[in-house]
C-alpha cells in the first residue's frame, strides 16, 4: 500500500488507533486483526463525515485481549459501513489464485476473504478456485464517506488500478524517473517541492507545472 502511495508522490503520516483521523481525506488500515468498539465506532464517524476508508483481509477478527470477536460475521461491527460480510476464507500458503478486474486479469496471494457483498458494489473477483466469481474487492457508498474492502493481497498490476479509482487525480501518474522521490509540503506562505535522490548514481527529474517546468540534475 505504502508503494503506490510513494509511487504516485503522495505524503502519508503513519497514525497510532487513539490518533485524529478527521484531517485525512483518505485513511488506510491493512489488516486490522485486533479491534475494540470504541475503534470501530471511531472509524464509523471518520466515514460519515465524508473520509475514505479503505479495510484488507482478517479485519476485526479478535479483540484486544485476542478473543474471537464472534457476534457478528467478520468484519464485524465494520460490515455495516463496507456493506459486506466475509462468507469464508482460504489461506493460500505458497500458492495463489486469479482475480479479475476492469476487463483484465490478474493475480492474488496469502489470503482470500470471499465477500459477500450487502450494499457495496464488487470492483474485483476471484477467477479461480471453488470461488470463482465471488468478491475479492468492493467498494461500499456509507452515508458521506466510501470503504473500500481488499479480501486478499492484489499482484502489481491490479494494485495500480484499484489506486486509480482510490485517487483518480493520480490515475496514469507515475514518477518519470523511479529513483527520485517528489513529495510537497505545505508552508504558511508558500509550498516547497522535495526531491530526493535515493540511488548511488545522479539522476535527471522532471520539474513540471508551477514549479518550472524544467529538468534537473540530481546527485547521488
Known sequence: YYKQLYQRHLP????????????????????LY?????????LTDYV???????????????????VCMSRLP?????????????EEYDCLLGSQVSVAYGGQKGTAGKWCDILAPLTAETL??????YYKGKGAVTVNRYEAGLVYYVG????????????DRIFPDTAGSRPGNPAVEQTVRKGAFKDYLFLLNHSAKPQKAAVSGSWGGEEIQLEP
Open 48 to 66: 460519515k463525515g465524508g473520509g475514505t476508508l479503505v479495510l484488507t483481509m482478517r479485519t476485526g477478527v479478535m479483540d484486544m485481549e485476542n
Open 12 to 31: 502519508v503520516d503513519f497514525l497510532p488507533p487513539e490518533g485524529d483521523f478527521s484531517e485525512y481525506p483518505v485513511l488506510i488500515a491493512p489488516l
Open 124 to 129: 474485483v473477483t476471484y477467477d479461480s478456485d
Open 74 to 86: 467478520l468484519p464485524g461491527a465494520l460490515g455495516a459501513i463496507a456493506g459486506v460480510e466475509v
Open 152 to 163: 486478499t493481497d492484489l499482484d502489481e498490476g491490479a494494485m495500480e488500478w484499484l489506486f
Open 34 to 42: 485486533l479491534m475494540n468498539r470504541k475503534l470501530e465506532r471511531k
